[in-house]
């Protein structure tokens, strides 16, 4: 039983070494078919010099049906076969037709196979003419930020304003226009990224897909920088301050644009109900007054109002005036371990209020007074502050214009005894 086991394996290795002595010595020579090799193709450069490209998407493949030794066959692959054709042949567009070249990998000689088909023997090449052109950026909107904001559409920016599209010279003659497209809608909030575009036509129409995938591009995304902030309407108003006889009750102020439109971020926003233009001392005022402003907007928030400037006019009532000559001028706040001299000895004062309280008055019901807080030694004018020191013609009468007082502030003789309160 063993016996037979051994001669059949022997006779299936005298049957193996039969066979591959059949294969290697007495019929050498093998056939082997190679698909879907790519050409490889050279000199486009030279080409684009030429002022022409290639318009056709992938590069040409070749099936190859070689013959030879088996033992060099089988260093084949379709992998390792190069193909090669020299696009410098090319001289004008349309479909042009070209040979290419068989190179063999490693210690194979060109010469190891012989050809026994091959399909295509040449490739056509669809070749055009190419041309480059800067197109303009637009911006196409779609919807609308929410109610009580707004998109500053005329201060966005865009990381390019032109791109430059490359391709066949028909397809890019046809090119307007690279459009992006931003989605206002439930917006609140500046928005600043990059966004894929669409090349059209004059008319706005997308090129077609077969055309796109022919024109190249200097960028696929564009950054796009929106500014959105939420608006509001603010108040525009004065700070009055009565005094000369005069309250605020008392006159017409009128402001040629009372409330204007502004925009910000929130929390400058937030923080802003009204706009102050000025402040007027009705004291100082000794006519109908009129002055222009600018709206001067505070940091981080806009105008959005066509008005820079306004017309502010306070109107006040018809009353009398009369000129007193007042010499109680005292001195107050005096520094510490100083005393104060009041130079100016007596000083005009014009007063406003209903004439038959004006004639009933005295300089006696006024006083002027100079506060010295921070002074430093030595003789200057003060600015003061006139006083209706009577209680019949408090609140109905008062000064008008504006005065000051020569004062010399010098060290006490004694300091240690502390600071005079006063001086007259």
Request: proline share 4%; hydrophobic share 40%.
């Amino acid at each position: 039983m063993n016996k037979k086991i051994l001669y059949l394996l022997l006779a299936v290795v005298i049957a193996f070494g039969l066979w591959l002595y059949v294969i290697t010595a007495v019929n050498p020579e093998w056939e082997e078919t190679f698909y879907n090799i790519p050409v490889v193709l050279e000199n486009e450069e030279i080409l684009i010099d030429r002022g022409f490209m290639l318009t056709q998407d992938e590069d040409p493949k070749v099936t190859l049906r070689l013959s030879g030794n088996r033992t060099d066959m089988m260093k084949l692959n379709s992998g390792n076969i190069t193909l090669i054709a020299d696009l410098s042949r090319i001289y004008s567009a349309g479909e042009q037709t070209i040979a290419y070249t068989i190179i063999y990998p490693g210690d194979l000689p060109n010469n190891a196979f012989e050809i026994v088909s091959q399909t295509p023997k040449q490739i056509t090449l669809s070749i055009a003419r190419w041309k480059s052109k800067d197109v303009d950026v637009q911006v196409a909107f779609t919807g609308a930020v929410p109610e009580q904001y707004i998109a500053f559409k005329e201060n966005a920016t865009l990381e390019y304003e032109k791109i430059t599209v490359t391709g066949p010279a028909e397809i890019v003659d046809k090119i307007a226009s690279a459009k992006i497209n931003v989605d206002l809608n439930g917006l609140t909030d500046t928005i600043s990224q990059k966004f894929t575009y669409t090349l059209c036509d004059a008319e706005g129409n997308p090129l077609e897909a077969a055309e796109l995938k022919q024109i190249k591009t200097n960028t696929e995304e564009i950054q796009y920088t929106l500014k959105i902030q939420r608006w509001k309407e603010i108040e525009l108003k004065l700070d009055i301050v009565d005094g000369g006889g005069i309250k605020q009750s008392d006159c017409k102020i009128t402001i040629s644009t009372p409330t204007i439109r502004v925009s910000g971020n929130e929390q400058a926003l937030d923080a802003l109900n009204y706009l102050v233009l000025d402040e007027i001392m009705l004291s100082e005022l000794l006519a109908d007054f009129t002055k222009v402003y600018e709206i001067v907007m505070p940091e981080g928030i806009t105008n959005l109002s066509e008005q820079s400037a306004v017309t502010v006019t306070v109107d006040i009532p018809e009353l009398a005036t009369m000129q007193f000559a007042v010499t109680d001028i005292l001195a107050h706040s005096i520094p510490v371990g100083m005393q104060a001299e009041v130079i100016t000895k007596e000083k005009s004062v014009t007063v406003r209020g209903p004439e038959a309280l004006l004639k009933q008055m005295t300089e006696k019901d006024l006083q002027i007074r100079v506060d010295l807080i921070g002074a430093e030694p030595g003789t200057a004018s003060y600015k003061a502050t006139v006083v209706v020191v009577n209680d019949q013609f408090k609140g109905s009468v008062g000064a008008v214009g504006s005065y000051d007082v020569k004062v010399t502030l010098k060290e006490a003789p004694d300091a240690a005894e502390g600071p005079s309160p006063q001086m007259a």
